[in-house]
């Protein structure tokens, strides 16, 4: 994710603490205070880190397309809408923040986060990333194949068996 | 825990089953209730959110120590490929596939992972008269080579056409099929290889019944966008492995003719005979074997012969 050093991220929090202490729940955050780019760099074992265009996406599309209720003009889809039509924008809007980075092996509800027994059906990271960037892609003509956005680490070329460069 | 049973025993009981069948006559077939394991694992396979992008099958090569295909797992071609009109099918080198089909109305192509569905009540295993499978308590269907003696009635019986036959060993018969990553990784509670790398979360494993909710609750949640039924539910008499899809199933080359009941009732009539089934067959093997031995006998006889003459 996007690199911070830890003052910034210090102060930022300090910020973010006092300014919410004021208003009760976390300010929405300004599209022009958003990172201009995104590190994913969580997973990689068959591919090498993705560097995310965050700009070019926030210049042409909006919050919600992306980030459901957490940040801009509340839901977009009618399901989350029932809960979060107006509960307001998160603290924290990164996707690892409601998405696992582990799958759960068993989607039961109960011993769960409360948060976790509306939510069985939500997608673990990866899943969730893919699910967004590939699902808006096939729909607004972006990049679809695996290797449009990331490149094979080693392991991954072996893993798929690519010996030379003519499948890159 | 399984018996031990080693081919001679198998043998041996062949005697056994001439007397049982001369003894008991064969019983009519009833209807019978599924013997359920409660916590028993599975997977939902949301044939809306696959790719095609053959991530799977890859995980699958290096999780069973398969051969690796000629050609890469980039390879977009192997979509096209017809091996008698039929589109690529599970064998003795890859345990699963992903064919690509075009529903009219979709605009886009589908993709479909197959492998074995590890019923719920197995027609392989049920049709199995040396007991060469078991399914565990965790669902997976799997296969012991100790004991099978290499007749495929299981490759019959099967309704989704997945075990296959290793014929590069003849004499150590092998039947080759996907066993749920069982021995690696299900028995510890672990995901199979394929399903952790799915980038799509298209397959998602989890306890069985629970994932029958999760697939009602996404057929509800998404406003009529998915056809009202989860295959494998009810086919052949419920599987493991169950399937979602926004489109007709029968347009993803799924058999819609597979019954609800399990397979095991459609052939209770057959299995009436197999008490003289194995007294029979012992013999018919010992034959084939010979037959088979002295073609070779003679055609190195044959060999040896014209050589000398050469000499
Ligand atoms: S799909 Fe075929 S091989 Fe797999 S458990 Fe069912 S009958 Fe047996
Ligand atoms: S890894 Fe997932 S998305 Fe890729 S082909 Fe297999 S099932 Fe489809």
Same mark, same amino acid.
């Given at each position: 994710?996007?690199?911070?050093?830890?003052?910034?991220?210090?102060?930022?929090?300090?910020?973010?603490?006092?300014?919410?202490?004021?208003?009760?729940?976390?300010?929405?955050?300004?599209?022009?205070?958003?990172?201009?780019?995104?590190?994913?760099?969580?997973?990689?074992?068959?591919?090498?880190?993705?560097?995310?265009?965050?700009?070019?996406?926030?210049?042409?599309?909006?919050?919600?397309?992306?980030?459901?209720?957490?940040?801009?003009?509340?839901?977009?889809?009618?399901?989350?809408? *029932?809960?979060?039509?107006?509960?307001?924008?998160?603290?924290?809007?990164?996707?690892?923040?409601?998405?696992?980075?582990?799958? %759960?092996?068993?989607?039961?509800?109960?011993?769960?986060?409360?948060?976790?027994?509306?939510?069985?059906?939500?997608?673990?990271?990866?899943?969730?990333?893919?699910?967004?960037?590939?699902?808006?892609?096939?729909?607004?003509?972006?990049?679809?194949?695996?290797?449009?956005?990331? %490149?094979?680490?080693? *392991?991954?070329?072996?893993?798929?068996?690519?010996?030379?460069?003519?499948?890159? | 825990?399984?018996? /031990?049973?080693?081919?001679?025993?198998?043998?041996?009981?062949?005697?056994?089953?001439?007397?049982?069948?001369?003894?008991?006559?064969?019983?009519?077939?009833?209807?019978?209730?599924? /013997?359920?394991?409660?916590?028993?694992?599975?997977?939902?396979?949301?044939?809306?959110?696959?790719?095609?992008?053959?991530?799977?099958?890859?995980?699958?090569?290096?999780?069973?120590?398969?051969?690796?295909?000629?050609?890469?797992?980039?390879?977009?071609?192997?979509?096209?490929?017809?091996?008698?009109? =039929?589109?690529?099918? &599970?064998?003795?080198?890859?345990? &699963?596939?992903?064919?690509?089909?075009?529903?009219?109305?979709?605009?886009?192509?589908?993709?479909?992972?197959?492998?074995?569905?590890?019923?719920?009540?197995?027609?392989?295993?049920?049709?199995?008269?040396?007991?060469?499978?078991? /399914?565990?308590?965790?669902?997976?269907?799997?296969?012991?080579?100790?004991?099978?003696?290499?007749?495929? &009635?299981?490759? +019959?019986?099967?309704?989704?056409? +997945?075990?296959?036959?290793?014929?590069?060993?003849?004499?150590?018969?092998?039947?080759?099929?996907?066993?749920?990553?069982?021995? &690696?990784?299900?028995?510890?509670?672990?995901?199979?290889?394929?399903?952790?790398?799915?980038?799509?979360?298209?397959?998602?494993?989890?306890?069985?019944?629970?994932?029958?909710?999760?697939? =009602?609750?996404?057929?509800?949640?998404?406003?009529?966008?998915?056809?009202?039924?989860?295959?494998?539910?009810?086919?052949?008499?419920?599987?493991?492995?169950?399937?979602?899809?926004?489109?007709?199933?029968?347009?993803?080359?799924?058999?819609?003719?597979?019954?609800?009941?399990?397979?095991?009732?459609?052939?209770?009539?057959?299995?009436?005979?197999?008490?003289?089934?194995?007294?029979?067959?012992?013999?018919?093997?010992?034959?084939?074997?010979?037959?088979?031995?002295? /073609?070779?006998?003679?055609?190195?006889?044959?060999?040896?012969?014209?050589?000398?003459?050469?000499?």
């Amino acid at each position: 994710m996007r690199k911070l050093s830890p003052t910034a991220m210090l102060c930022g929090s300090i910020l973010m603490v006092i300014l919410c202490s004021f208003t009760g729940r976390p300010l929405a955050m300004e599209k022009d205070e958003a990172p201009a780019s995104v590190t994913i760099d969580y997973l990689q074992e068959l591919y090498t880190a993705v560097d995310f265009d965050h700009q070019m996406h926030a210049d042409n599309y909006a919050c919600n397309t992306c980030h459901h209720h957490t940040t801009g003009d509340g839901p977009a889809n009618d399901t989350c809408a *029932k809960c979060h039509g107006d509960s307001g924008p998160a603290g924290d809007v990164s996707c690892s923040s409601c998405h696992d980075r582990q799958q %759960a092996a068993s989607a039961s509800p109960a011993g769960h986060r409360h948060s976790d027994v509306y939510h069985i059906d939500k997608p673990a990271l990866k899943g969730a990333l893919h699910l967004q960037c590939h699902g808006c892609h096939q729909v607004e003509d972006g990049p679809t194949g695996c290797q449009d956005c990331h %490149a094979f680490t080693p *392991k991954g070329r072996k893993i798929f068996g690519v010996h030379n460069n003519v499948n890159d | 825990m399984r018996e /031990k049973i080693s081919r001679r025993s198998i043998l041996k009981n062949g005697l056994l089953g001439t007397v049982t069948a001369l003894l008991l006559r064969p019983k009519a077939g009833k209807a019978h209730d599924i /013997k359920k394991y409660p916590d028993s694992m599975g997977v939902l396979v949301d044939l809306s959110r696959c790719v095609g992008c053959r991530s799977c099958e890859a995980a699958c090569r290096a999780e069973q120590n398969l051969p690796e295909p000629d050609l890469p797992y980039t390879d977009q071609t192997v979509f096209e490929e017809l091996e008698h009109g =039929r589109q690529r099918r &599970t064998d003795e080198t890859r345990f &699963t596939v992903v064919n690509r089909y075009d529903p009219p109305d979709l605009g886009h192509p589908l993709y479909r992972k197959v492998q074995c569905n590890h019923c719920q009540e197995p027609a392989c295993l049920s049709s199995c008269f040396v007991n060469a499978y078991t /399914k565990t308590p965790e669902g997976a269907v799997v296969y012991n080579p100790d004991v099978c003696v290499g007749c495929r &009635t299981c490759m +019959i019986a099967c309704p989704f056409y +997945i075990p296959t036959f290793k014929y590069s060993s003849a004499f150590s018969p092998q039947i080759m099929k996907c066993r749920f990553c069982y021995d &690696t990784r299900l028995k510890f509670g672990k995901p199979p290889a394929c399903v952790e790398a799915c980038p799509q979360e298209a397959l998602q494993f989890g306890k069985r019944d629970e994932l029958i909710k999760i697939g =009602r609750r996404r057929i509800e949640e998404n406003n009529g966008s998915y056809v009202d039924h989860i295959y494998g539910e009810y086919e052949a008499g419920g599987t493991s492995w169950l399937y979602l899809s926004k489109v007709p199933f029968a347009q993803a080359g799924f058999d819609m003719t597979v019954p609800h009941a399990p397979i095991l009732d459609s052939v209770k009539n057959f299995l009436g005979i197999v008490p003289m089934v194995l007294t029979i067959w012992p013999a018919l093997f010992a034959g084939f074997h010979l037959l088979a031995t002295r /073609k070779d006998q003679a055609r190195d006889n044959a060999r040896d012969n014209s050589q000398e003459d050469a000499s």
